[in-house]
């Protein structure tokens, strides 16, 4: 693996890099107070080409190769991790996944779309009682001639209430788990779908986080992308990929807790010097940066298995699992830095501490993980 940047990609760090430095970080405290970030922000996300990175130009994306999309979700992280899963969501789950999975006409329909910033995707794939448990759901589509009615209700759905299509999974055969899951693309507007935003969360308050309610949906059967049955299938190859940039949103928030602390350290005084020269502040600051490190070479390694056609599902979790507990330790290791100062969200490390402590639960939780590892390195079965 070359680690070092090719032009283009260097190029694509510095425009994501620009932009968030003048778009989200100046509104990223705003945007958590009031639970609701600028939905301006999508049209311009998709004006640079960042929501159609690695979807052919064919089908409205703007190509480009997978580490070219996880530096800019490294920096869209850095900025606020609620825009980061704006575009982590639409393109990395939705998107990316009409691309795969879609015949043409539903690549078509969607996304050029979605790659413009035009529309924007949700996945619909926890409910209330399954979250871990995602081969378990009960949401259920019924045929009914041509069409299918679905029924049923979805939890924390991230760009629930935002949506014009929602990436739905639900239970089309009588065989148990899995086996018997498909997978439809519902626009938002169908009658019988109620979208209620879910307010008061800890982290990602700027993020349009949503239950759905479906009452008697009816789709026609040109909605159901992938084969009947193979749902599943699609699930969790998106989820594989999006754990990739759930890890390079959680570099780019260690980096963010990094960035933060240096500057916090020279600038603050006790003891009749900056606290930057305490070795103990400096031992806080060296463990953010050995995690930064090693959590960004982990997320760029699975960007380098997929560009090069290898197996990545178990480098996918090893990643996300590592990145998000790092980027926990190293809100934590900032927080510390800033001592009572960081408590008050004028500073930016309070946010930073709540928006990591979610991402141990996002798209896996670090648990599921952890024997998603384990069964692959051991050849287990999940029973």
């Known amino acids: 693996m070359n680690l070092e940047l090719s032009d283009e990609q260097d190029a694509v760090r510095r425009l994501a890099r620009d932009f968030t430095d003048r778009e989200i970080v100046p509104n990223a405290v705003a945007w958590d107070r009031a639970e609701s970030v600028d939905r301006g922000i999508v049209k311009k996300l998709g004006d640079l080409g960042f ?138 507007d169908t009658p019988g779908l109620a979208r209620r935003e879910i307010h008061g969360k800890l982290g990602l308050r700027g993020q349009a986080t949503a239950e759905l309610v479906l009452d008697g949906v009816r789709v026609p059967g040109s909605a159901m992308i992938a084969p009947e049955g193979k749902g599943f299938s699609v699930a969790m190859s998106a989820l594989a990929k999006g754990r990739m940039s759930v890890a390079a949103g959680c570099v780019g928030l260690a980096q963010a807790c990094l960035d933060a602390a240096v500057r916090y350290a020279g600038e603050r005084e006790q003891f009749g010097r900056p606290i930057a020269r305490h070795q103990l502040v400096q031992e806080l600051i060296s ?72 991402m141990t639960l996002y798209e896996g939780t670090s648990q599921i993980h952890k024997l998603l590892i384990g069964r692959a390195l051991t050849g287990a079965s999940a029973f």
């Open 51 to 188: 929501l159609g990175l690695t979807v052919p130009e064919e089908f409205g994306g703007s190509g480009g190769d997978p580490l070219s999309y996880v530096l800019v979700t490294e920096e869209l992280g850095r900025g606020d991790s609620a825009v980061r899963g704006i575009l982590s969501v639409s393109l990395g789950l939705v998107a990316k996944s009409i691309a795969t999975w879609g015949t043409d006409e539903q690549r078509r329909a969607w996304l050029p779309k979605l790659c413009s910033g035009e529309a924007v995707g949700c996945f619909g794939l926890t409910e209330p009682g399954t979250g871990s448990d995602a081969a378990n759901l009960t949401t259920r589509a019924v045929r009914d001639g041509g069409d299918w009615v679905i029924d049923g209700a979805k939890m924390f759905i991230t760009n629930g209430t935002w949506a014009d299509v929602v990436l739905l999974f639900a239970r089309t055969g009588e065989e148990p788990g899995h086996r018997g899951i498909s997978a439809f693309l519902v626009p938002a």
């Open 287 to 358: 463990d953010i940066a050995v995690d930064v490190d090693a959590a960004r070479l982990l997320t760029w390694r699975v960007a380098d298995h997929i560009e090069r056609g290898l197996p990545y599902a178990t480098e996918s979790s090893i990643a996300k699992l590592f990145a998000s507990e790092a980027a926990v330790r190293c809100a934590n290791n900032a927080l510390q830095v800033f001592g009572g100062y960081g408590c008050i969200d004028e500073y930016p490390v309070g946010k930073l501490f709540r928006d990591a402590r979610v």
